[in-house]
């Protein structure tokens, strides 16, 4: 079809593209099959002889030839090739974008759909917790209508003549303003009932919570006062260790025997410390904007080396009631514990100290003699855990917990690596008291 106008083949390139044509086509060379040419018919001739010359050339060998002969007599045929195959591409560029395009599109329409089901089933649910609250506000008031009703009409009963008889006084001989004079009379009845009524719960439930709050003052041996008996928490509020509330206030409210009571409110305290409430502990989520917060103070991150136990002192404030702790690390967990030190420092700012592994604390009291050993333990203060040391996973959450103030003296917060011999920590943490 381009002969003599893309490219000029010679006649034997002509006879061995023809050939392998036919090689392709028909496969080798079937004198059998294949009819006859005319003695006279030259070109015939030769064209059968150039094909019978492929012999059993597979027909991808004929594909392949035939290619590279048409290249070597057509220049332009590698640059056709290369045009249309980049034409292909990029119709097969445009056929995956419009798929991509269309896909997209189906997407976003069943996106569109789910959110706008979801936004309808959220407004189903919205109206239907609406209607329930109005029914069971209708409910209610029913209920509280009904009751007043129940109580008004035995209120009444009781006071029907009283009122008949001062409404006749009132308005004698007027029917109309004497009922509603009695039921005005009635109403601020039972509103004056209602009050008296609630006034005796209050001071019932008063009395015994200023019973119960005596009876832990006594068992402490601290005398309360009228001031302290308004504002001291109730047994039922002390704080608790992964919900377990702490028996000792009810345990020495129900040892307690009047005589010990009477005792302890007629001498004053003893000797004795004041019993420590139980710690309240937990965890948030929130430990990236925690960490965040806390770089932007130096003082508050603090590096634990390997080995070592470092100890946070934290001295109790005199308008504060309770201590407040949070703490987290990088990649880590610490071990971490609350002890209370029985010690009135005069200094109120927070110290951070580094120590070695308690074990090594240890050893050297063994190693002292009992002498050294008893006047070291006599000039110490007393120290009461409020938290015991376990190894927390700070890494993952943000550890926070309080305690009520069990008198003055310092919390320690210990914050111990000892176990770790090849990782330092980083901790951040935060310390503040309220009232």
């Not at 009444?156 to 006084?169: E, G, H, L, V």
């Not at 119960?212 to 006062?225: F, N, S, Y």
């Not at 005589?259 to 965890?283: H, Q, R």
């Not at 009291?365 to 409020?386: F, H």
Request: negative net charge; aromatic residues 8%; contains cysteine.
């Amino acid at each position: 079809e381009k002969d003599g106008k893309a490219f000029h083949p010679t006649y034997e390139e002509k006879l061995k593209l023809v050939a392998l044509h036919k090689q392709v086509l028909l496969g080798p060379y079937n004198p059998d099959t294949c009819p006859e040419v005319g003695f006279f018919d030259v070109l015939g001739n030769d064209r059968r002889k150039e094909w019978a010359a492929l012999g059993n050339m597979s027909k991808q060998e004929a594909m392949t030839e035939f290619v590279k002969l048409l290249n070597r007599c057509c220049h332009l045929f590698s640059t056709y090739v290369t045009s249309h195959k980049i034409e292909k591409e990029e119709q097969e560029k445009k056929r995956r974008e419009e798929e991509e395009r269309r896909r997209r599109e189906e997407e976003e329409r069943e996106r569109l759909q789910k959110e706008e089901e979801k936004r309808r089933r959220e407004e189903e649910e919205r109206l239907r917790r609406e209607e329930e609250e109005r029914r069971r506000i209708e409910e209610e008031r029913l209920r509280m209508e009904q009751q007043k009703q129940q109580i008004m009409a035995a209120l009444n009963s009781q006071t029907a003549i009283q009122f008949q008889q001062y409404a006749a006084q009132q308005y004698p001989g007027n029917y109309e303003q004497q009922q509603i004079l009695i039921r005005q009379l009635q109403e601020q009845h039972y509103q004056q009932y209602m009050q008296q009524l609630y006034q005796v719960q209050l001071a019932q439930q008063q009395a015994a919570l200023q019973k119960q709050q005596e009876a832990v003052v006594a068992a402490a041996g601290t005398p309360l006062t009228t001031a302290s008996m308004v504002n001291a928490p109730a047994p039922g509020d002390i704080p608790s260790i992964n919900g377990q509330a702490s028996a000792h206030a009810d345990s020495s409210e129900k040892e307690l025997d009047p005589e010990a009571l009477e005792e302890a409110l007629e001498n004053g305290p003893k000797d004795s410390l004041p019993v420590i409430a139980a710690p309240s502990m937990w965890t948030r989520p929130q430990i990236k904007d925690f960490k965040e917060k806390i770089r932007q103070d130096a003082d508050s991150v603090i590096t634990v080396g390997r080995g070592e136990v470092v100890t946070v002192r934290v001295p109790t404030h005199e308008e504060g009631s309770y201590l407040f702790w949070e703490f987290a690390t990088d990649n880590y967990d610490i071990g971490f514990g609350v002890y209370f030190e029985w010690t009135d420092s005069p200094n109120t700012a927070v110290s951070v100290h580094v120590s070695e592994s308690s074990d090594d604390e240890d050893e050297e009291e063994e190693n002292a003699s009992s002498e050294e050993k008893a006047k070291k333990n006599a000039n110490k203060p007393q120290l009461d855990e409020i938290v015991p040391v376990y190894r927390r996973d700070c890494h993952e959450e943000v550890y926070a917990g309080s305690h009520q103030y069990p008198g003055r003296g310092v919390y320690l917060l210990k914050f111990d690596n000892s176990y770790s011999l090849w990782r330092s920590k980083t901790v951040y943490y935060r310390v503040y008291y309220t009232r």
